[in-house]
């Protein structure tokens, strides 16, 4: 994630990675301004097997995106890499007072960034 400072959309991107625990979320976003106060935008969600190491987002998913609106104080477009652990059941049973239970865990890495 480090390594990505900006996007070129026709050009699709990768993401790698070391570890994990389950799957990774690889979402993004960028919107545009149509007035000082309204803008439009679009966003993706990717999910990859941690196993992976690596997965590129295709030019035909980022296409869809507008092209980021560039602010003075930062773009309007966004990466964002989530290690989503799978989700534990209480057993054998659950706290008291409740029929069912359930616990996960996520480490989320985000970046702001502009997407051309």
């Known amino acids: 994630m480090d390594a990505i400072a900006s996007v070129t959309r026709s050009n699709g991107v990768t993401v790698n990675w070391t570890g994990g625990a389950g799957y990774l979320l690889i ?3 960028s919107a545009i301004l149509t007035s000082p106060d309204t ?3 679009a966003m993706f969600i990717c999910l990859a097997p941690a196993s992976a190491g690596a997965f590129t987002v295709p030019p035909n998913v980022l296409l869809a995106l507008p092209a980021s609106a560039l602010t003075p104080a930062y773009p309007l477009g966004g990466l ?3 290690d989503v652990a799978a989700s534990t059941t ?3 049973n659950p706290p008291s007072g409740l029929d069912l239970g359930n616990f996960s865990a996520a480490y989320q890495y985000t970046t702001t960034l502009p997407y051309y």
């Open 27 to 29: 979402r993004g976003y």
């Open 39 to 41: 803008g439009a935008g």
């Open 90 to 92: 209480f057993t054998p």
């Open 80 to 82: 964002t890499v989530e």
